[in-house]
């Protein structure tokens, strides 16, 4: 797609990926703790955890081919209202600051609009400190006639981790999921995911080497049992073979506390605030399915993944959940800094935009 300006907007090729990559790892999220997302060292590995098919397009000055601008529109299988169906997402917008304005938004709007299959609507997700691009995706007048709803506020944790006495649930136990039980915990998510809208619809492809979870061993995946019978599962994902979040800066607040932060971090066993330009040592919780929102259930497999990722180093554990989630009480118990955000969904006409029911909504942010 060309337009009179002199700007070409296409799907990305591998020739493009040094130059995806540099783009994406130069421009920092906003927030107190501002962060530059960065996809080294294939920004197609990171990519393609969004969705099968995952298109990424790329807006190049005809001039000279300067990269002026990226965003992915990915397909994904969810739950939507209890039933299995293909869902959208639109994310990794980043436009190079010499190119910022509504022109390039509107033009890959419209390239998005042709690459939709009819009646596919999208997720998508913007933080509640980056008020330019909820203005310029979420306000009064979208781009090429998009249409856009609020679905819900997203809550997002990251749990400091430190050494903890694992507690004891009477009546549960906690292990790793291993080759041989991955059948039943697919069956169990494929049971019990639909209580949460947009649950993703798992399969056992998924967890057996396919791309929508690469990286997650079967052993990442915790398992808790009681009676025999699965009462909850939680993984831990550590992406940082392809994705990193690099601290480009900390805001006053953070700035002022951050020599005793870090001394009392140390006191505690944690670790201190990651120097800017450092990637943050971090995994995300996924997959998380507990039967009933146990709370019980809910803390025994949250202690577990702590752990486990305290132990292979991290300093972080990020879990997400909706606003409304019950199962949100139990994670802010936990020593943690927070983000929010918001849960969109998308669609090229006001009629394309779904009817959803009174679930609680539930999306893997390890995957945005």
């Known amino acids: 797609m060309s337009d009179h300006i002199g700007f070409d907007i296409r799907q990305a090729t591998r020739d493009d990926d040094p130059e995806l990559r540099a783009l994406v790892g130069s421009v920092s999220m906003p927030g107190a703790v501002s962060v530059r997302f960065a996809r080294e060292p294939d920004y197609f590995l990171g990519a393609s955890i969004m969705g099968d098919p995952c298109d990424v397009l790329v807006a190049r000055q005809r001039l000279d081919g300067?990269?002026?601008?990226?965003?992915?529109?990915?397909?994904?299988?969810?739950?939507?209202?209890?039933?299995?169906?293909?869902?959208?997402?639109?994310?990794?917008?980043?436009?190079?600051?010499?190119?910022?304005?509504?022109?390039?938004?509107?033009?890959?709007?419209?390239?998005?609009?042709?690459?939709?299959?009819?009646?596919l609507w999208y997720l998508g997700v913007i933080a509640r400190e980056n008020p330019r691009a909820?203005?310029?995706?979420?306000?009064?007048?979208?781009?090429?006639?998009?249409?856009?709803?609020?679905?819900?506020?997203?809550?997002?944790?990251?749990?400091l981790l430190r050494p903890r006495r694992t507690p004891r649930s009477a009546g549960l136990e906690v292990q790793p999921a291993s080759r041989?039980?991955?059948?039943?915990?697919?069956?169990?998510?494929?049971?019990?995911?639909?209580?949460?809208?947009?649950?993703?619809?798992?399969?056992?492809?998924?967890?057996?080497?396919?791309?929508?979870?690469?990286?997650?061993?079967?052993?990442?995946?915790m398992v808790a049992r009681?009676?025999?019978?699965?009462?909850?599962?939680?993984?831990?994902?550590?992406?940082?073979?392809?994705?990193?979040?690099?601290?480009?800066?900390?805001?006053?607040?953070?700035?002022?506390?951050?020599?005793?932060?870090?001394?009392?971090a140390r006191l505690f066993g944690a670790q201190p605030l990651t120097p800017p330009g450092q990637a943050m040592p971090l995994v995300f919780a996924a997959c998380i399915c507990i039967a009933d929102d146990d709370p019980?259930?809910?803390?025994?497999?949250?202690?577990?993944?702590?752990?486990?990722?305290?132990?292979?180093?991290?300093?972080?554990?990020m879990l997400g959940l909706a606003d409304n989630d019950p199962l949100l009480a139990v994670v802010r118990r936990w020593l943690h800094v927070t983000y929010r955000s918001d849960l969109y969904a998308g669609a090229a006409s006001a009629e394309g935009l779904p009817i959803l029911d009174?679930?609680?909504?539930y999306v893997e942010i390890a995957t945005l």
């Open 66 to 119: 300067a990269l002026a601008g990226i965003a992915c529109r990915a397909e994904h299988s969810a739950f939507v209202n209890g039933h299995e169906m293909r869902v959208g997402y639109i994310g990794q917008i980043r436009i190079a600051s010499d190119f910022r304005g509504r022109w390039l938004i509107q033009q890959g709007a419209q390239r998005l609009r042709e690459l939709s299959p009819p009646g």
């Open 134 to 159: 909820r203005g310029a995706l979420t306000g009064a007048r979208l781009p090429a006639g998009w249409h856009a709803v609020r679905l819900c506020g997203l809550t997002t944790c990251a749990i």
């Open 180 to 221: 041989e039980t991955l059948p039943e915990v697919v069956a169990f998510l494929r049971q019990h995911g639909p209580r949460r809208q947009l649950f993703p619809a798992y399969t056992l492809e998924d967890f057996s080497g396919g791309t929508r979870l690469r990286g997650l061993a079967p052993q990442d995946v």
């Open 226 to 264: 009681r009676s025999g019978a699965i009462a909850g599962v939680m993984a831990t994902w550590d992406q940082t073979a392809y994705k990193q979040d690099v601290v480009d800066a900390y805001g006053s607040t953070l700035q002022r506390l951050q020599p005793a932060y870090d001394l009392i």
């Open 296 to 317: 019980a259930a809910m803390r025994a497999l949250l202690a577990a993944c702590a752990q486990g990722a305290y132990l292979a180093g991290k300093a972080y554990l």
């Open 358 to 361: 009174g679930r609680v909504p």
